[in-house]
């Protein structure tokens, strides 16, 4: 059994100088397997010799048993023909085979025993490897998830540190505050700029009051509130003989806060109804 006690030794031992050297999991998996195996053939080389010494052992067993019969024979065919002094030296002879013999058989026993145990320990060995070879890609795998979750573990770690967003936001509201100071900046410049007087009289021609009365004229035509507006022969011929009055004026205009005022009054008004 020394044979495997030296091979149990050699791959702990290098097995925990894989360990303690922290190499890559799986390099040092496949390693493992492959020193088992490196070693599984020289405890099978040492097994065979092992088996060839029982299998001669067991020969000279047999070779003197037969010495034994051989002379113990010929005793007796000295016997046959009155031959005492030959009978006794051969009975002597016959002694001596029969007692090596016995003790090689004792030998060769033993011997065979323990080359039994070793084909036992040798195919326990075996089993073991093909096990771990078999446990190697599931231990491979929980290393790769191991070490994803790692990463993932890292990256959230990172993440959770709010000095990048806080500096994010910083920049972002520092952009924005350039951008309105840029509008602010091209509004003051066009106020300055030109003249005022210009500015009133373009103000005016853009009519804005009659786009007003243009649209509640057009919203009331849709809600059916006032007819719909004549063909447009019609609209041309009246065009020519009415005109408008202009509309609006500093005094006609109306504050947002009185105009929701109004407009609340009316949505009252119509829940009421």
């Known amino acids: 059994m020394g ?17 303690s050297r922290a190499e890559n999991p799986e390099k040092m998996l496949n390693q493992v397997i492959l020193d088992m195996r490196e070693q599984l053939t020289k405890a099978k080389q040492e097994v065979a010799v092992a088996i060839v010494d029982e299998r001669k052992l067991k020969q000279q067993v047999e070779d003197e048993g037969k010495q034994a019969q051989e002379w113990e024979r010929r005793a007796m065919l000295a016997v046959k023909q009155d031959r005492d002094d030959l009978a006794r030296q051969a009975l002597m002879r016959h002694q001596e085979y029969a007692q090596r013999a016995q003790s090689l058989h004792e030998t060769w026993e033993r011997q065979a025993g323990e080359t039994e145990k070793l084909k036992d320990a040798l195919r326990q060995l075996n089993l073991k490897i093909e096990e771990a070879q078999r446990k190697k890609n599931l231990l491979i795998a929980k290393q790769k998830r191991a070490q994803a979750q790692q990463r993932i573990h890292e990256t959230m770690s990172g993440l959770s540190d709010s000095s990048a967003f806080e500096a994010f936001n910083r920049m972002a509201e520092r952009i924005e505050n350039n951008e309105r100071l840029a509008l602010a900046s091209a509004e003051v410049s066009d106020e300055i700029s030109g003249d005022p007087l210009d500015r009133e009289f373009k103000a005016l021609e853009s009519g ?6 243009d ?9 059916g509130i006032l007819p719909p507006p004549p063909p447009v022969e019609t609209r041309q011929l009246n065009a020519g003989q009415e005109q408008k009055p202009a509309a609006g004026g500093a005094g006609g205009q109306v504050r947002d806060a009185e105009l929701l005022e109004e407009f609340d009054a009316l949505e009252e008004e119509e829940r009421r109804v």
């Open 215 to 223: 649209r509640l004229l057009a919203l009331k035509q849709q809600m």
């Open 3 to 19: 044979i495997f006690q030296k091979l149990s030794t050699l791959i702990r031992s290098n097995l925990n100088d894989m360990i």
């Open 208 to 213: 804005g009051g009659e786009a007003v009365d």
